[in-house]
């Protein structure tokens, strides 16, 4: 399988910071990979899919980019809405994983 | 609109099974994979395994192989994920979610990704003696 890990596993941050979160594969999986927000009991939201295309909807203060083995979120403005859990997945493999996850709170 | 609808909590005694359902609605239900991913209490999220509702055809996790099985029919837009031999580490909410292929161009050619795009609300399923 393969592994994704994340970091950091959690940060704090303000509103208006811009915000940065790292993904890892343990091997290249070219641009198959896809982040998800999740806040505290609801269903996970796509947000971002093929490390860099925003899913419709979702504001343009997010963004992704990398490929290979190395990927990254960014949120150019924290916004208050923004404070949840984030989770990088590969679907290189039709044995998908998902990272860890990354929680963003309010500092 | 396009939505997927789970059924209830379920509380489970240790070494029982499980089956979830995950009802279609808003789109062809036999064009889209449906997913399945679970999340124990204050964990991360885990992939369990995907099914094609068109032809029945499954992956799953090597973690889950041998107890879990995927289904559906097609005359009611409806996946099952059953989970066999349940214990207590199997507490957890499961989530069906579509997954969506698409084409995008990418340098000289097309290349396909997939994305889980329309979750259900999630089931919480509860494994206690």
């Known amino acids: 399988d393969i592994q994704m890990t994340q970091s950091p596993s959690s940060l704090s941050a303000s509103v208006g910071d811009r915000v940065t979160i790292t993904c890892r594969a343990s091997?290249?999986?070219?641009?198959?990979l896809n982040w998800y927000q999740q806040k505290p009991g609801k269903a996970p939201k796509l947000l971002i899919y093929?490390?860099?295309s925003l899913q419709s909807g979702v504001p343009s203060r997010f963004s992704g980019s990398g490929s290979g083995t190395d990927f990254t979120l960014t949120i150019s403005s924290l916004q208050p809405e923004d404070f949840a859990t984030y989770y990088c997945q590969q679907s290189y493999s039709t044995l998908q994983t998902f990272g860890p996850g990354t929680k963003v709170d309010i500092k | 609109q396009v939505q997927l609808v789970q059924s209830g909590a379920e509380v489970k005694k240790p070494g029982a099974s499980v089956k979830v359902s995950c009802k279609a609605s808003?789109?062809?239900?036999?064009?889209?994979?449906i997913n399945w991913v679970r999340q124990a209490t204050g964990q991360g999220l885990e992939w369990m395994g995907w099914?094609?509702?068109?032809?029945?055809?499954?992956g799953y996790a090597q973690k889950f192989q041998g107890r879990v099985t995927m289904t559906r029919n097609t005359s009611i837009s409806t996946a099952y994920m059953e989970l066999s031999s349940l214990r207590s580490e199997d507490t957890a909410v499961y989530y069906c979610?579509?997954?969506?292929?698409?084409?995008?161009?990418?340098?000289?050619?097309?290349?396909?990704?997939?994305?889980?795009?329309?979750w259900g609300k999630g089931t919480t399923v509860t494994v206690s003696s």
């Open positions: 099914m094609n509702p068109n032809s029945g055809n499954t």
């Open positions: 093929a490390a860099s």
């Open positions: 808003g789109y062809t239900f036999t064009s889209y994979d």
């Open positions: 979610a579509r997954g969506y292929t698409e084409l995008l161009w990418f340098g000289e050619l097309f290349l396909e990704y997939y994305y889980m795009d329309v």
């Open positions: 091997q290249s999986i070219s641009s198959y």
